[in-house]
């Protein structure tokens, strides 16, 4: 595997040493940088433009997997955010708000994600508990969604932004009437609903790379990574395939991640790769202006986990 994709070695040594001291991962120290503004594309992508163009997304905010530990917390959070900023990579993260209420750190927890919009990203509603939709009734998953915006939408009125942005956790976003009902809900309360049509589910490899790491069973950990990256150059191919083949160009591609402790350890790598695979990376707002995204007709849930095939359906 290419040198530049790999972790440098001192960084997993750094999480193993805190793993054993404290039982949570370590990130790798990271400088801020100033997140220089992109401007907005002048027009959508379309048929004319070659260029691929993505949007990284990544749910589960702040930090999924941290429990009531604010140092992992911290630090996870932390390191994902500051690589956004040094790769200078427009970035959203999908918030569960019910990480930021731990008794006797939401003081902290709130000023940790409030430093993403200081930084110059953005942040959206991954509603409250993060709920599967098909499992419980349209009421509570309604009651999820308000309750997911209790802190994120006066913190993003504190900096003169607004809450725009809505995922559907698990992406479970339904096909039924169930689903026109909760995109309705979803109009009333202005949101828009983040598509994802790239996804090479990094949190099923997350849980044995970080066990890795800590055993100092770095061989391994490595082989775990190379399944990633091998796993993202497949996500990318598919949808570029089935983009090509369905609307005759590349579509503004929206890729989703999760705030786990893997990434926090080799989201720049994963960056870099990214862009080796010859993508420019654009704001969510900005990969939205793709055309194929305001498609007239596209069934219920089409814009949750089905955009690929909402979009097969009515230009069939």
Not at 130 to 156: C, F, N, Q, S
Not at 281 to 301: H, I, K, N, R, W
Request: a negative charge.
């Amino acid at each position: 595997m290419p040198a530049r994709y790999l972790t440098p070695l001192c960084n997993r040594r750094r999480f193993v040493a805190a793993s054993a001291a404290a039982s949570v991962v370590a990130s790798t120290a990271l400088r801020g940088k100033d997140l220089q503004a992109k401007q907005p594309q002048e027009q959508a992508a379309n048929q004319s433009d070659p260029k691929k163009r993505v949007a990284v997304t990544i749910d589960d905010g702040p930090a999924s997997g941290a429990g009531d530990d604010l140092d992992a917390y911290l630090r996870i959070s932390g390191s994902l955010r500051k690589t956004f900023v040094e790769h200078q990579v427009p970035g959203i993260v999908f918030v569960n708000e019910r990480q930021l209420h731990v008794d006797g750190q939401r003081d902290a927890r709130i000023r940790e994600l409030e430093q993403w919009l200081v930084d110059g990203l953005d942040i959206g509603n991954h509603t409250y508990a993060h709920k599967r939709m098909r499992e419980v009734p349209a009421w509570e998953y309604r009651d999820d969604i308000v309750k997911g915006e209790t802190v994120l939408r006066p913190l993003l009125e504190k900096h003169g932004k607004r809450l725009t942005w809505f995922r559907y956790p698990f992406l479970d976003s339904g096909r039924d009437a169930k689903a026109a009902e909760i995109e309705e809900f979803l109009r009333e309360r202005d949101y828009r609903i983040a598509p994802v049509t790239v996804d090479y589910k990094d949190y099923s490899f997350a849980r044995n790379y970080t066990r890795f790491l800590r055993a100092g069973e770095s061989a391994q950990a490595e082989e775990v990574l190379d399944s990633v990256w091998k796993a993202l150059d497949r996500a990318f191919e598919h949808s570029e395939q089935r983009s090509q083949n369905l609307l005759g160009y590349q579509l503004s591609q929206v890729l989703l991640i999760h705030c786990n402790e893997m990434n926090a350890l080799t989201l720049g790598d994963a960056f870099q790769r990214i862009r080796d695979l010859g993508y420019e990376f654009v704001s969510l707002e900005e990969a939205m202006l793709d055309a194929a995204y305001a498609t007239p007709g596209l069934p219920p849930g089409s814009m949750g986990g089905w955009v690929m095939d909402g979009l097969t359906s009515v230009r069939s």
